[in-house]
């Protein structure tokens, strides 16, 4: 019974277990961190299992999840898809409660509308997540926003601000040490430069992008980084590299199923195509590319369609062009693409129009391309517009009086009130220049003080390195002095006691001829007396002092016996005076240090020699 009622509980823990997420939520979103910009579509598979816990989650982690799944639609660049996500997470937020994670949301639909091309949107949400973020003293959340400002920005050629923005964000991440986040702001920093012209410093910033993508394993950015740097050879006529660098990008793209990004790719093999005089192959890659545009309604049609039709009336192909306009010249393409975008578009409408007798048309585009040049003008040269209305307002004072004067005083007031405050931001550098020059001096002299204390610092301990290297030398002199001279004792001593045992012998073999009994019993009060190894000891000690009592230590088994014959083996002996020394034969010397080595388990001559050589130097 009591068996039955185990099994029972013991199904029950189980499925108790199953039922709970546990631990399992947290390896989840681990998974779904570590995959979801190298293997997305295996992040969507863990993003699934999580949401597989329907009531069971806190809303933080339902939140996260969805956010995540936003992602992944941001990375396939499916926009709407993305906003769904994104909208489902939003419902599990509690601004008061989670602000960081509500910015985070806000910050991820600003790049889901981005893609879209609706950057006023965009802009919009990420001016709202920048106010959480300045609340909470994120740096780096600041400093993410401003790189998606002037993301959105570089999209809308405003290079200015977008350039203004990533040299602030750049600065904020530095200062929170985001490493990752920085390289995305370079990438960002390199888009700009590209579309500004500055191709050489953009291509510098391209391959350290490119190599650090790569070293962190971010496969997307990697692969659209390599895209952007190819586009930047075609521009510098570097067809070669060009090439390489984009074929190498879309294998990545493909795993990503990133139809959009995939359809530029396309269309700048067919640029390199058409520059090296291949026009077959150049046809079918932007014929690729502008059926994926369309499918997709990219923000990049009309970009695409400009190249493909300039490439086709370089071949005088003048009807596909045509057809070509008539697909993609519509209102819902015009929409989302910037100024810059459709005045090559108008460039190259006008030219088939022209040269298809399309009279009419032509006239019409070359309007088109008029205004879109003025509206151009208009927004990157507010200053120039001013000046220009300040002269119109001089002319036309001659011819009205006094009442234009005080009006166009008023402009000059205002004009010269926007200049100063235009000099606001340079005095405002001036000054920082100035103080970071100042600290910077102070700085080098603190070094310079810093450098000179080390310098004698390290004089001092030259000088105490010498004199203690000088001692050691002495040290060394005297201790090799004292074992010459234990030696030569010893071996003295083992030549007096040689003699003094064959007196003894002598005395012996010829009584009738010696005072035998007196000479013989003061010769063997001699060799068994204890006192001629007095000097020995001392002079031993001195040369190896707490010899015996490190080796005792070592080898507590070892005899006073022992000991005694181990100072003699150190002092490297000849067999044949420690076996006078001794009173044995060199027969027993070897006996006696093989049972020495067995007591102290050494199976080697060498092994016994390091022991000797190494106790009490």
Not at 389 to 412: D, I, P, V
Not at 454 to 464: F, N, R, S, V, Y
Not at 558 to 563: Q, R
Request: proline share 2%.
């Amino acid at each position: 019974m009591k068996q039955k009622l185990l099994c029972v509980i013991f199904l029950f823990l189980q499925f108790t277990y199953a039922q709970s997420p546990g631990m399992d939520v947290l390896e989840k979103e681990r998974l779904i961190k570590n995959t979801l910009n190298s293997k997305p579509d295996s992040a969507r598979i863990y993003i699934k299992q999580l949401l597989n816990y329907k009531g069971k989650l806190h809303d933080t982690v339902y939140a996260g999840t969805y956010l995540y799944y936003g992602t992944y639609y941001n990375l396939k660049s499916k926009p709407d898809s993305a906003l769904y996500y994104f909208e489902k997470a939003e419902g599990f937020i509690d601004l008061a409660k989670k602000p960081m994670l509500y910015a985070r949301m806000l910050r991820n639909k600003a790049v889901a509308f981005k893609k879209k091309a609706d950057h006023a949107e965009a802009l919009k949400l990420l001016n709202e997540a920048e106010k959480i973020y300045e609340t909470a003293n994120d740096l780096k959340g600041v400093g993410l926003i401003y790189g998606e400002m002037a993301s959105n920005y570089n999209l809308m050629v405003k290079s200015d601000k977008a350039i203004s923005y990533l040299l602030k964000a750049i600065a904020l991440l530095e200062q929170s040490n985001e490493t990752f986040d920085i390289i995305t702001v370079k990438f960002s920093l390199a888009n700009t430069y590209l579309n500004s012209g500055n191709l050489v410093f953009a291509a510098d910033l391209y391959k350290d992008v490119i190599k650090q993508f790569k070293e962190k394993g971010h496969l997307k950015g990697y692969s659209t980084a390599l895209l952007n740097y190819g586009d930047c050879m075609i521009r510098l006529h570097k067809y070669i590299d060009a090439y390489n660098a984009i074929s190498k990008a879309i294998p990545i793209l493909k795993n990503f199923k990133d139809g959009e990004i995939l359809a530029i790719s396309y269309s700048k093999l067919g640029k390199i195509k058409m520059e090296e005089g291949d026009f077959s192959a150049s046809e079918v890659y932007y014929e690729d590319a502008l059926s994926k545009a369309l499918e997709l309604k990219s923000f990049k049609t009309i970009s695409i369609a400009s190249e493909y039709i300039f490439m086709l009336n370089r071949q005088k192909k003048y009807e596909e062009s045509l057809q070509i306009i008539a697909l993609v010249d519509k209102d819902e393409f015009f929409q989302k693409t910037n100024l810059t975008e459709r005045m090559h578009f108008e460039t190259q409408k006008t030219v088939t129009y022209k040269v298809s007798n399309k009279k009419d048309k032509a006239l019409a585009s070359a309007k088109n391309l008029l205004a879109i040049n003025a509206t151009l003008k208009r927004s990157s040269n507010d200053t120039i517009t001013q000046q220009l209305q300040q002269q119109y307002q001089n002319t036309y004072q001659s011819k009205k009086g006094k009442s234009l004067e005080n009006k166009n005083a008023n402009l000059t007031g205002e004009l010269e009130k926007r200049h100063m405050i235009k000099l606001i931001p340079v005095i405002g550098i001036t000054v920082t220049f100035i103080l970071t020059f100042m600290a910077f001096v102070l700085i080098c002299w603190k070094n310079k003080q810093k450098l000179e204390k080390a310098k004698t610092g390290k004089d001092m301990l030259i000088k105490e390195y010498e004199n203690t290297r000088n001692i050691n030398k002495e040290n060394i002199k005297n201790l090799e002095y004292k074992s010459r001279e234990l030696v030569t004792g010893m071996i003295s001593l083992a030549t007096l006691e040689g003699n003094i045992n064959k007196l003894v012998a002598q005395c012996g073999e010829s009584p009738d001829k010696m005072c035998i009994n007196e000479i013989k019993a003061q010769l063997q009060s001699l060799t068994s007396d204890d006192d001629y190894w007095k000097l020995f000891r001392k002079r031993f000690n001195e040369a190896y002092s707490n010899f015996q009592t490190d080796l005792k230590k070592q080898f507590p088994v070892l005899t006073k016996n022992d000991l005694y014959f181990c100072a003699l083996l150190k002092l490297n002996l000849p067999y044949k005076d420690m076996a006078m020394l001794m009173q044995v034969s060199p027969e027993s010397i070897v006996k006696k240090k093989y049972r020495v080595k067995k007591k102290m388990k050494i199976d080697t001559e060498q092994e016994l020699e390091s022991i000797l050589l190494n106790t009490s130097k």
